[in-house]
């Protein structure tokens, strides 16, 4: 038996959700060559200083957080460049117009 937390992930990942009940999930990107990454959204006022992901041995950058319910518009800042979660379908804009990855919990 092979636990699913060990197989790899590859590359084309996107957020998980570790435990709906309490609303907890990690974000992932897969940014080998990046050197800083941080999560900016709705939750955080957008402040690339408040949630710096770290990186794994597989170039997988990882951050867990409880979110409150509701739907939550986030981006990543990869090396200072604002980026879409890539390998999330659901988007909006927000107040500036810039499209945003989402998330939501009813």
Request: proline content about 5%; some cysteine; hydrophobic content about 40%.
């Amino acid at each position: 038996i092979v636990r699913q937390e060990k197989l790899l992930e590859g590359k084309h990942i996107s957020y998980k959700i570790i435990d709906e009940s309490i609303r907890l999930v990690e974000f992932r990107l897969y940014a080998p060559k990046a050197t800083i990454v941080s999560l900016v959204g709705d939750f955080n006022n957008w402040n690339p200083e408040i949630d710096l992901l770290k990186k794994d041995t597989n170039g997988i950058w990882r951050i867990q957080k409880r979110l409150p319910k509701g739907a939550f518009r986030y981006n990543f800042v990869v090396d200072g460049i604002w980026q879409l979660d890539l390998y999330n379908p659901q988007t909006a804009s927000n107040a500036a117009g810039m499209l945003c990855s989402v998330i939501q919990f009813p």
